[in-house]
């Protein structure tokens, strides 16, 4: 890819639309959690549903840095550092530390409706919101582990742009910096592929457990007397299985340029191909975000609860009727 193909693509994906992206997401998340707090923590799906808020919001408030950074503006004002060399460290890397916290616990939560399927009977002494919440905080905390290599061989040091006729804070590598960044790679990839082995699985047991009570309902004459239990987990599994497809299909082809990243070495920043390697992963950057920030959307459609609620805190006509 070409230096001024490149360039347009920097400038429309990166410096506009990382910020539209991220901007109504954070707006989309933050309601979310609103609305959760008020439902509350007693359902273990909940408790899930709002670790994966939390992973999303900060996804995107990375990704709303990552755009600032990226901004002409920003970059050629007084600032002392590389605001891309800022942007590397403080934004890719850390979005893909919450991306793969988002991948474990969507497995969580569709193995945890798997489960409902498996042992009903169970599921509330098995899956426990405490066992939910401790799950989560553990996704957090060994995703975290894989960070430390990265910043141990890329690090911010005071260096000569001539470009710019300045000396700023930009990117530099340590001697390890390619075997170390393939061990973190592969360790990302392997945690990647057991999460999306998770979600498929699970998403697939529980499409057929859906279209089966599907079928046993249109043959069923007493289809009408299905306990309400059983109805609200199926809108439950259906909502469920809706997120961990649109979760898959986002985060795809992130996944498959890591891949990349190992096969063909020179597919990374600072290399022979740079300009396709920052264009590619701007793109996957803006499909995942847009994965983030859409769920509210779900939940409106696929939940009664969460579409209450929503409706009784951001209601226009109390507004309405407390002015007349």
Request: some cysteine.
């Amino acid at each position: 890819m070409n230096d001024g193909v490149a360039y347009i693509c920097f400038v429309v994906v990166k410096c506009a639309m990382y910020e539209i992206c991220s901007a109504f997401g954070i707006v989309t998340n933050i309601i979310c959690l609103i609305v959760f707090r008020k439902l509350g923590c007693d359902e273990t799906v909940n408790v899930t549903l709002i670790g994966l808020t939390i992973a999303d919001l900060a996804s995107l408030i990375d990704l709303f840095w990552m755009g600032i950074c990226f901004n002409p503006l920003f970059t050629y004002s007084s600032v002392y550092f590389d605001t891309q060399s800022v942007a590397y460290l403080s934004g890719g890397w850390v979005k893909l530390y919450l991306t793969r916290v988002s991948a474990w616990i969507t497995a969580f939560v569709t193995l945890e409706r798997c489960l409902c399927i498996a042992i009903p009977l169970k599921i509330k002494t098995v899956m426990t919101p405490r066992r939910a919440t401790i799950f989560i905080a553990l996704s957090f905390f060994f995703m975290g582990l894989t960070m430390p290599p990265v910043y141990y061989t890329t690090r911010l040091e005071w260096l000569w742009y001539p470009d710019r006729n300045k000396t700023l804070l930009g990117l530099a590598f340590t001697k390890e910096r390619e075997e170390i960044y393939n061990s973190v790679i592969s360790i990302n990839l392997v945690l990647t592929f057991i999460a999306f082995a998770t979600i498929i699985s699970c998403t697939l047991i529980l499409v057929l457990n859906l279209e089966k009570k599907a079928e046993w309902r249109k043959k069923s004459v007493s289809a009408h007397k299905l306990s309400s239990m059983s109805v609200k987990d199926q809108k439950v599994s259906k909502m469920i299985t809706f997120i961990a497809v649109l979760f898959l299909v986002s985060f795809f082809p992130g996944t498959v340029l890591f891949i990349v990243m190992l096969m063909i070495p020179e597919f990374n920043k600072g290399k022979l191909y740079h300009n396709l390697f920052t264009t590619t992963f701007a793109f996957s950057h803006i499909l995942e975000g847009a994965n983030a920030s859409i769920n509210v959307f779900v939940y409106l459609k696929m939940s009664s609860k969460f579409r209450t609620v929503f409706f009784e805190t951001f209601s226009f006509k109390k507004v309405s009727k407390q002015q007349n």
